[in-house]
């Protein structure tokens, strides 16, 4: 069974960066591919970001282009999300996801999820 577990979560000031990671166990990590998603108070779940398992292949929502970057470590088992020149919008709690297959295509729905990490952005 697929275990993904979140760090790297914080308080921030708007402006500032964090990184989250995502580690992985229970599976061949390169095997899937990737993905992260957030969840604000009162509000659905969205995605933010996903990447193929090789890595060659990555997706990000409109909100946080040119500003997040997501990318996997498969040696490590381990999924980041840099994410830099972050707002008050960003306060999220922020998912790792992980899909069935190798590829992702947008809309496809995660098959595991992690426990999820607080992010607060104040301004």
């Known amino acids: 069974q697929v275990q993904l577990v979140e760090s790297g979560g914080g308080l921030v000031q708007a402006g500032g960066s964090l990184r989250l990671s995502c580690r992985s166990s229970?599976?061949?990590?390169?095997?899937?591919?990737m993905g992260w998603f957030r969840q604000a108070p009162g509000q659905e779940r969205e995605f933010v970001a996903a990447?193929?398992?090789?890595?060659?292949?990555?997706y990000y929502a409109d909100s946080v282009k040119g500003r997040f970057t997501i990318s996997r470590d498969n040696a490590k088992n381990t999924m980041y999300l840099q994410m830099n020149s972050l707002k008050p919008e960003d306060t999220a709690v922020y998912y790792c996801?992980?899909?069935?297959?190798?590829?992702?295509?947008?809309?496809?729905?995660?098959?595991?999820w992690g426990q999820g990490t607080q992010v607060t952005v104040s301004s």
């Open positions: 229970g599976r061949t990590f390169s095997d899937y591919a």
């Open positions: 990447i193929k398992w090789s890595g060659s292949r990555i």
């Open positions: 996801a992980g899909y069935s297959g190798s590829s992702y295509y947008p809309g496809l729905s995660p098959e595991y």
